[in-house]
């Protein structure tokens, strides 16, 4: 095991496949010569050429268009978009192309494309280049959303992907890249769609995924320090949506805190509870709780952008109120 | 006249342009007749189409068309019987089974992908396969169709100005018939000729009578070997009108004349191949008359086959969603 970052590892998978499959090429604004905004993608245009890193115009619809007309053919496009916030100029290619394109021709074509993209805030971006509209894209059947929250994970789920026939936004968090974590040496898959119990307990059932993952681990240690001990259930994927874990952990802690980064309305969290409710009815004693970022554009200024967005002792209230 | 191809191949033209007239007349029958629940036409662009997909080679080169194009699907081997099952949203339909709307083709078999109903999204795709006929160093070409209307997207321009910077392999066609639904291209856009918008893009534009299928042959011939031999993409515009209203949802009474649709229909597409070929000594009356009652038959049949074909069951709506089928709730 050795402990790389998250950008360490996401540039793995990346280089790992694209040496392992020729079908595999990146597409996307400054992925080239500068490497990426995030410097995934450093090297990799001296290493794989000009053709297998395609550095575009700054032309989001396209690139996704572009990555589905490729995928088409069979090649294996990995699409960055340089932030989610600009995924909406290309929402049409998203939702309405490669979200559809199996059932609307009806399983004669397969589209294997990735389209990489960078959610979250925290880094002073404000309301157009921080949100976490993850949730928006996992609101659409034939799409899969996967969103890490560690290295290990992160890298494990991009490898499979890029080798998964489905069109799959791939949503990294713009504060995670410089987290370490153990990664394996020996090449590993992660099965897409399998929620993971990142940290075990009796208590309280915390159900989180990305960066909300690093809070609630921070949260689940001062609380563990009163002798209070949170299960932590990683969703990894939005869609499709594991929820199994979720109701075994919560099964057996009777009771729930959700914590997610975008806004609560229509949320990660409405989903969960909505399914803990149906499905776990019985093992429910007390209201299961929702943490999300406040209601609001996510401002500039330091101070607002906290104030916004989940906090560690918001986590550890609620944990507290549910007990 | 020189003839710029062989007599059956000139006949084989006009007998696609044909059949796809009496099969779009007969579908604008069955919407009124309540049996289908849409139509979108292609009367008055056949020759265009004719002439585009005679300058590919079919089934290997790629196509990413628009709604209007009837005719180069039946070029490229739709068959009238899988136009009916569409129209029909019939189970067997190969565009969809019954899943997307008509006339969104997408046929995999001659290498067709279908398109958004927000209109150019095929425009991007289009650059994207190019982009993978380069990557695979394969000599293929992408043919890629759009009505006027569609020319006014960010996305058109976007992907005819990555297909421009790469030289990639796309022949991009505009069937220009004046109109975006009811906006006529004054209202549209300030320049004389679609194709002039290739020039703020540095490819060629060329703009041609889209009522005359040997006229838009030649001008695609030469687009589609210079795509093919590395020299890039070309817009070609396409002259045309729409003869019918945009689709079986609106009527044209309330945004052109009638006089105005009557001009055009003295330059009926059909009329104009008919008179080139007869002058040629290529068809007769009575050849003509042969063709539509073989026309009139096949449409019968195709009308019959796709009313006697089972719809799709109902679970069959819940997939293919995903790669492994799976039946997501």
């Known amino acids: 095991m050795a402990r790389i970052t998250y950008r360490e590892a996401i540039s793995k998978a990346l280089w790992e496949e694209m040496e392992r499959d020729p079908s595999v090429f990146i597409l996307g604004e400054e992925v080239g010569v500068w490497g990426g905004t995030y410097a995934v993608t450093r090297g990799f245009y001296d290493h794989f050429g000009p053709k297998r890193v395609l550095d575009t115009p700054i032309a989001e619809a396209t690139i996704v268009g572009a990555a589905i007309g490729a995928a088409l053919t069979g090649l294996r496009p990995v699409a960055e978009l340089m932030t989610i916030n600009f995924a909406f100029a290309a929402m049409d290619h998203i939702v309405n192309q490669a979200a559809k394109l199996r059932y609307m021709f009806g399983g004669q074509f397969t589209l294997p494309l990735v389209i990489r993209t960078v959610s979250g805030g925290g880094r002073q971006l404000a309301a157009t280049h921080s949100q976490t509209p993850d949730v928006v894209f996992a609101?659409?059947?034939?799409?899969?959303?996967?969103?890490?929250?560690?290295?290990?994970?992160?890298?494990?789920?991009?490898?499979?992907?890029?080798?998964?026939?489905?069109?799959?936004?791939?949503?990294?968090?713009?504060?995670?890249?410089?987290?370490?974590?153990?990664?394996?040496?020996?090449?590993?898959?992660?099965?897409?769609?399998?929620?993971?119990?990142?940290?075990?307990?009796?208590?309280?059932?915390?159900?989180?995924?990305?960066?909300?993952?690093?809070?609630?681990?921070?949260?689940?240690?001062?609380?563990?320090?009163?002798?209070i001990e949170v299960e932590i259930v990683d969703?990894?994927?939005?869609?499709?949506?594991?929820?199994?874990?979720?109701?075994?952990?919560?099964?057996?802690?009777?009771?729930?805190?959700?914590?997610?980064?975008?806004?609560?309305?229509?949320?990660?969290?409405?989903?969960?509870?909505?399914?803990?409710?149906?499905?776990?009815?019985?093992?429910?004693?007390?209201?299961?709780?929702?943490?999300?970022?406040k209601e609001t554009p996510l401002p500039y200024n330091r101070t607002l952008e906290q104030m916004a967005l989940p906090q560690v002792e918001e986590i550890v209230r609620a944990v507290k109120e549910v007990l | 006249m020189v003839l710029p191809l062989p007599e059956e191949t000139l006949l084989e033209m006009y007998?696609?342009?044909?059949?796809?007239?009496?099969?779009?007349?007969?579908?604008?029958?069955?919407?009124?007749?309540?049996?289908?629940?849409?139509?979108?036409?292609?009367?008055?662009?056949?020759?265009?189409?004719?002439?585009?997909?005679?300058?590919?080679?079919?089934?290997?080169?790629w196509v990413a068309p628009y709604y209007r194009d009837l005719t180069l699907m039946l070029a490229l081997g739709y068959t009238p019987r899988e136009f009916m099952l569409s129209l029909m949203g019939k189970k067997g339909d190969p565009c969809s089974g019954g899943r997307q709307m008509p006339n969104h083709w997408s046929l995999k078999r001659a290498n067709v992908i279908s398109h958004s109903s927000p209109v150019a999204t095929q425009t991007s795709h289009a650059a994207g396969i190019g982009l993978a006929i380069k990557l695979r160093g394969e000599d293929k070409v992408v043919l890629t169709t759009v009505g006027e209307g569609s020319t006014s997207q960010g996305e058109w321009y976007e992907g005819v100005n990555w297909a421009a910077v790469h030289k990639l392999p796309v022949v991009f066609i505009?069937?220009?018939?004046?109109?975006?639904?009811?906006v006529r291209q004054e209202q549209q856009m300030a320049v004389a000729n679609a194709a002039d918008k290739a020039l703020g893009l540095g490819l060629p534009g060329v703009s041609v009578d889209g009522m005359d299928f040997l006229a838009v042959y030649e001008v695609m011939k030469e687009a589609v070997e210079r795509a093919r031999n590395g020299g890039g993409p070309t817009v070609v515009e396409a002259k045309v009108y729409r003869i019918t209203p945009h689709s079986s949802d609106d009527d044209d009474r309330s945004y052109r004349s009638r006089e105005e649709v009557e001009q055009f229909k003295r330059r009926d597409p059909l009329l104009i191949a008919r008179q080139k070929l007869e002058r040629a000594g290529i068809l007769t009356a009575q050849r003509v008359e042969e063709l539509e009652q073989r026309a009139k038959e096949t449409v019968e049949d195709a009308v019959r086959f796709g009313e006697s074909a089972p719809y799709p069951s109902p679970e069959e709506a819940a997939f293919p969603v995903y790669a492994e089928d799976a039946r997501y709730a």
Not at chain 1, 249 to 278: C, D, H, M, P
């Open chain 1, 139 to 227: 609101h659409f059947p034939g799409l899969k959303v996967v969103a890490p929250g560690t290295p290990e994970d992160a890298k494990g789920l991009l490898k499979a992907a890029i080798r998964s026939n489905d069109p799959i936004l791939f949503i990294e968090h713009a504060t995670l890249y410089p987290v370490r974590g153990e990664v394996p040496d020996e090449e590993y898959l992660i099965p897409i769609g399998k929620s993971k119990v990142q940290r075990p307990g009796r208590d309280v059932t915390i159900v989180t995924y990305s960066k909300m993952l690093e809070l609630s681990m921070k949260a689940a240690e001062q609380l563990a320090e009163e002798g």
């Open chain 1, 235 to 293: 969703l990894r994927s939005l869609r499709p949506l594991d929820i199994e874990p979720v109701i075994q952990s919560f099964k057996k802690t009777n009771r729930a805190v959700i914590v997610e980064e975008g806004w609560r309305s229509y949320g990660v969290g409405a989903e969960v509870a909505a399914r803990l409710y149906e499905e776990a009815f019985d093992y429910v004693d007390a209201p299961i709780r929702r943490i999300a970022q």
């Open chain 2, 174 to 182: 505009i069937a220009n018939n004046l109109y975006a639904i009811s």
């Open chain 2, 15 to 61: 007998w696609t342009m044909l059949l796809s007239r009496r099969l779009d007349e007969r579908a604008w029958v069955l919407h009124r007749q309540g049996k289908i629940a849409f139509h979108i036409s292609a009367i008055g662009h056949e020759a265009a189409q004719i002439g585009a997909a005679y300058a590919i080679r079919r089934g290997y080169d």
